[in-house]
T-cell receptor, first 115, second 112 residues
Framework: DAGVIQSPRHEVTEMGQEVTLRCKPI?????LFWYRQTMMRGLELLIY????????DSGMPEDRFSAKMPNASFSTLKIQPSEPRDSAVYFC?????????????FGNGTRLTVT | GQQVMQIPQYQHVQEGEDFTTYCNSS?????IQWYKQRPGGHPVFLIQ?????EVKKQKRLTFQFGEAKKNSSLHITATQTTDVGTYFC????????????FGKGTKLSVKP
């Protein structure tokens, strides 16, 4: 089991540029979550999917953020245009079930720096 | 919205000393999960508590869930340098993992 795979590990971009973060969940996991981690706000849930369908995107900061899951093995989080305040570590996580007792398996994260 | 408060924010201990971090919610939780994040790493699931008053142990780690299911603690006995990292509690308010709210974490440093 390779675990949740995220790419890239690091991304440095200039303000105004489009950024795309990628995630491959653990095979067989039908829930996928995108989190953002900052020192000030901690771990925040941005959006989560069940069977490729977005269930709750109320954590998405604004219209500049969008997420897709075209199939069971791939998801993207896009920021367009990016701003310096988007700098953070973005984690993707998956779980076998969305039930309250199902642990989250996190990827290694993408550290985004917007200058 | 729902919040899970975690204290302390930082804890510095000498190797061999004990360590405890506390989580508190203003409303009843359906369960609470604990995660550990090593420096530069990602959160890794440690354990889940579901029942009122539940106590679980993993070697030197002891996890407790309060009787009212509003608070929880993680206690590490005789810390080691391998315990370094940030410990997060995550409270679930029911239904699904989409209702999981993470505390801000306690960053533990251990001086050898």
């Amino acid at each position: 089991d390779a675990g949740v795979i995220q790419s890239p590990r690091h991304e440095v971009t200039e303000m105004g540029q489009e950024v795309t973060l990628r995630c491959k969940p653990i095979s067989g996991h039908d829930y996928l979550f995108w989190y953002r981690q900052t020192m000030m706000r901690g771990l925040e849930l941005l959006i989560y999917f069940n069977n490729n369908v977005p269930i709750d995107d109320s954590g998405m900061p604004e219209d500049r953020f969008s997420a897709k899951m075209p199939n069971a093995s791939f998801s993207t989080l896009k920021i367009q245009p990016s701003e310096p305040r988007d700098s953070a570590v973005y984690f993707c996580a998956s779980s076998f079930s969305g039930a309250a007792n199902s642990p989250l398996h996190f990827g290694n994260g993408t550290r985004l720096t917007v200058t | 919205g729902q919040q899970v408060m975690q204290i302390p924010q930082y804890q510095h201990v000498q190797e061999g000393e004990d360590f405890t971090t506390y989580c508190n919610s203003s409303t009843t939780l359906s369960n609470i999960q604990w995660y550990k994040q090593r420096p530069g790493g990602h959160p890794v699931f440690l354990i889940q508590l579901v029942k009122s008053g539940e106590v679980k142990k993993q070697k030197r780690l002891t996890f407790q869930f309060g009787e009212a299911k509003k608070n929880s603690s993680l206690h590490i006995t005789a810390t080691q340098t391998t315990d370094v990292g940030t410990y997060f509690c995550a409270g679930n308010y029911g239904g699904s993992q989409g209702n999981l709210i993470f505390g801000k974490g306690t960053k533990l440093s251990v001086k050898p």
